[in-house]
């Protein structure tokens, strides 16, 4: 079987290569900013070097559906960015699709997978009829590191483009992304004001580390970036320590979390959900615990 990976971010088309190699041979395709990564490519027979840039999102749908015929199966990351280009490819190609995928086969000519379902709740084994398309769940697959030949072919496409790019500013720095933060204060609808969230930040920097957010705060109220939002349809985090304060602990959110190592909940609601989660459970307001917790933290340090 044939198939092809890409994603925006060389690191995680590691583990796609991975994934993968499990049920075919995999060639990879690079965009033309990820071109000087090459040499580090091992698993793969054949490298694709696109003249499309990793930002130009209408540039790579057109050249993975131009490249899309040769491949029985197309994988991507499970990053927001690679989440929208599978739909849209799977759209336009008319493709069976699944995205969070954290295991393959091949099986009677069939793609069985795995993937998380109801919020990371449960497993669900799907079979999927080729062509398809799926995204794979970020370490899951581990890289492979037997040294490998490949072939390489430049590609060129034309754009396809019904905008124009007319400037580009860098989003600014939020420091250590959540997803490789050891240490994470999720802040949620607890917290009554945005100023408030200065009690999360000083806890977070107690411990170098990063404050995170549920969707209210991020995607309606907008007290943080986007960047902050921790779900399933944000980032994926799995520090060492996780403060979880003021968050009910919904589906949506606690998927995000469950590869967190120790996860410690505040939260004034005994029956939230977020306590049969937690590894430790502090059932107080955090307008009275965090500023008592702060403060016996510095007087250790």
């Not at 899309?68 to 989440?83: E, M, P, V, W």
């Not at 009910?248 to 005994?270: C, M, R």
Request: with cysteine; hydrophobic share 40%; proline share 4%.
């Amino acid at each position: 079987m044939n198939v092809l990976v890409f994603s925006h971010y060389f690191e995680l088309a590691k583990e796609l290569i991975s994934a993968g190699s499990r049920v075919g041979d995999v060639s990879l395709l690079l965009s033309s900013d990820q071109r000087d990564r090459e040499g580090e490519v091992k698993g793969a027979r054949r490298v694709i070097i696109c003249d499309v840039s990793s930002d130009d999102q209408s540039g790579l749908l057109n050249a993975i559906i131009s490249l899309a015929k040769d491949y029985d199966l197309l994988i991507f990351s499970s990053d927001k960015r690679g989440r929208e280009l599978i739909g849209q490819v799977a759209q336009k190609l008319e493709r069976a699709v699944a995205t969070e995928v954290s295991s393959l086969s091949l099986s009677n000519g069939k793609l069985i997978i795995e993937r998380m379902t109801y919020g990371g709740k449960a497993i669900s084994v799907e079979e999927l009829s080729l062509p398809a398309a799926i995204s794979i769940q970020k370490g899951k697959f581990k890289p492979l590191d037997a040294d490998s030949t490949h072939e390489t072919l430049h590609c060129k496409f034309e754009a396809a483009r019904s905008y124009e790019v007319v400037e580009r500013r860098p989003k600014p720095k939020l420091g250590i992304p959540l997803d490789k933060a050891d240490v994470v204060v999720a802040a949620g609808r607890g917290f009554k004001r945005k100023e408030d969230l200065k009690l999360a930040q000083e806890l977070a920097e107690l411990f170098n580390g990063v404050v995170g957010s549920t969707r209210p705060l991020a995607a309606d109220l907008k007290w943080v970036p986007e960047e902050s939002w921790i779900g399933i349809s944000g980032v994926r985090i799995a520090p060492k320590l996780l403060f979880v304060v003021g968050a009910s602990g919904q589906q949506q959110f606690s998927a995000g979390i469950i590869d967190s190592k120790v996860i410690v909940a505040i939260n004034n609601d005994p029956g939230a959900p977020i306590f049969e989660n937690s590894d430790y459970g502090i059932v107080k307001d955090l307008y009275e615990f965090l500023p008592a917790l702060i403060k016996r933290l510095r007087e250790l340090r």
